[in-house]
């Protein structure tokens, strides 16, 4: 059974996640990319920080529509590609007081490092579903800093209702990507391997 997380959360139950937990999450959250990275390291945005604070940042460019009372609703919200995000992410994690980061694909090292050290885990979505994963914001409460970042690019506040992702990332330096990648590196030697030691084809042939 999916672990619930309601947000806001605490670090210390952020630390009682482990890698490969299966969660789902309600409340709210705030979405953000490569151009929200850059402008929150660039200087300290306070609403940003309402938004964020022991809540998760959700890297995604949503496809959106106003409803027939003008109404913003998400129509597709499939997670992006994290690791775009690995040059700010620590920074950010550190400022925001971020509490988990949702995406696909995992990051690296320094995400890690600061996760552990402030108390923070990555979550990773699930890719090509993003019309399902839409179903899961239930309400869109605000978008911040729509008209100079666009709508794949501006923050928005989103209230989703069993949210489902894994944690691949946690708050005690393990990483479920950097093991897959140690794995498949290892699987990568042992087939070279074979390959140096095998006999040549006219050999084989014979």
Do not use: N
Request: aromatic share 6%; net charge negative.
């Amino acid at each position: 059974m999916p672990k619930k997380i309601e947000l806001p959360i605490t670090e210390s139950a952020i630390r009682e996640l482990r890698i490969g937990d299966e969660v789902e999450i309600s409340g709210l959250m705030v979405t953000g990319r490569d151009a929200a990275h850059k402008h929150l390291v660039k200087t300290f945005d306070e609403t940003f920080h309402e938004l964020a604070k022991d809540r998760f940042l959700y890297h995604c460019g949503p496809v959106v529509q106003r409803d027939g009372s003008g109404e913003w609703r998400f129509v597709a919200a499939g997670p992006t590609t994290s690791i775009r995000e690995e040059p700010y992410e620590a920074e950010v994690i550190e400022r925001y007081g971020i509490r988990g980061v949702i995406g696909k694909g995992g990051m690296g090292k320094r995400t890690l490092d600061a996760m552990q050290k402030y108390g923070c885990v990555y979550l990773h979505a699930i890719g090509g579903l993003a019309v399902v994963l839409a179903q899961c914001v239930v309400k869109v409460h605000g978008v911040h800093m729509l008209d100079p970042l666009g709508v794949p690019e501006a923050m928005w506040s989103i209230e989703v209702k069993d949210f489902p992702a894994v944690v691949t990332m946690d708050a005690h330096g393990g990483s479920l990507h950097e093991t897959i990648f140690a794995s498949s590196r290892e699987a990568a030697l042992r087939l070279m391997e074979k390959g140096i030691e095998a006999p040549p084809r006219s050999a084989a042939a014979k």
